[in-house]
Structure formats: C-alpha cells, structure tokens
C-alpha cells in the first residue's frame, strides 16, 4: 500500500481522473473532497457494509407481514 | 409468464412488473433480473428475483413512514438504470421483519426505479440522518402524533 503525508489544501491525483483534496483537518476528523467521474462509486466503506448487512438482514424477513393495513396515500 | 415466489409461492407475473438492475442489489450483485409484485399486506411490496426464489425483498415506499424523506440522490446517479427524470422514479425501502424487536425499513440504500425504463438500482444516501434500520411503526405513530 502506497502510504502519502498531505497537508491541509494539499491533494492527491489518481490517474487522470480521480482528485483528493484534504479540505480540513480537525483533531482526529479529515475532511476529505473527491472529484471523480461519474461512474466511480464514491461512499463512506462503513455505509456500504451497511446497507450489504441491513440487505442480508432483510431476506431473512417472515413473509408474514405483522402489520396493520394501512392505505398508500401517497 | 409464472414465477415462483418466495412469499406466495407460483404466481402468474405480468410483463410489466419486470425489472432489470444491471448492478444487482449490494451484497447480491449476482441478480440482475426481479418482478416488483403487491403485497397480499398493503403498503408493501415484493421485489421478487426472477432467477432464485430464495431471494425476494420486502419494499415500502418511505413518504408512508416518514416526512419529506430526501434522500439526495440525483439524476446522474441515475444516469445507469437511464432515467430521464427524478419523477419519472418509484422510490422504495427495503424492510427488514426480524424474528424478535421491531420492523425497520433502510432509508440509507433506497432503491430507485425508472418507470420508463423498467431499470432498477439501490442508490447510497449521502446523508447521515437516514440510516439501514428506521422504526417503521414508531415513525408512523409519531407522524400522527
């Protein structure tokens, strides 16, 4: 693994298209801004671990639904 | 065309209510090809997988439980399923129904789908208030309140 120093403001260039941008850095948070393109994925790794665990939790769901019928006023 | 569903069993499924995700659902990025179906429940939804019956997914929409959700998800990041406007979009939760504790449903990856291009993807909020496990009934009893 590549491991780099940045200072505040400084950046850091992944191949032509991909930009890191320290923005802040206060006590133990970085601010961090990417510019990528659009078909780069760019989220918090924690997020989607997430969502992967929350979809895992969700297909093991009773079919039964236990819910009062509501109406989709929406 | 019949499919055979996870909650009901065989079902005979229209055209219409087949949908492509061309990046799967995370965590499932095998499956690409899904019928959303009603619910025998209302308000719920089932995003059946056309593929394997095992995998099929509870949805709801959130404005059922949840004021102005705003889950900041734009065009371009709709730009792969092709839909031509944030309108033209069904938007959904994923509930999960555990054994024990209480009904949740995930405002942080909902899933967008085109109505024009029968397309489908899980997007990722960027936004910290929505999390994986929101309280349904709890958030539908403090809206009325």
Known sequence: ?74 | MTLQTKAYGPMEIEQSQLLEFPEGILGFEGYRSFALIDAHKKPFYWLQSTEETRIAFILIKPSIFHENYDPGITLEDLEDIGAPSLDDCLVFSIVTVPEAGPMTANLQGPIYISKKTRRGKQCVSPRDEYKTKHDILEEMASRRE
């Open chain 1, 1 to 74: 693994m590549l491991i780099l120093s940045r200072k505040k403001d400084q950046k850091i260039k992944i191949g032509d298209d991909i930009e890191l941008w320290v923005v802040d850095i206060r006590g133990d948070t970085v601010k961090l801004g990417i510019q990528a393109p659009k078909h780069v994925k760019v989220f918090r790794q924690e997020v989607a671990e997430e969502i992967e665990a929350a979809n895992q939790a969700a297909l093991s769901s009773s079919v039964d639904l236990p819910f009062p019928d509501v109406e989709d006023k929406s």
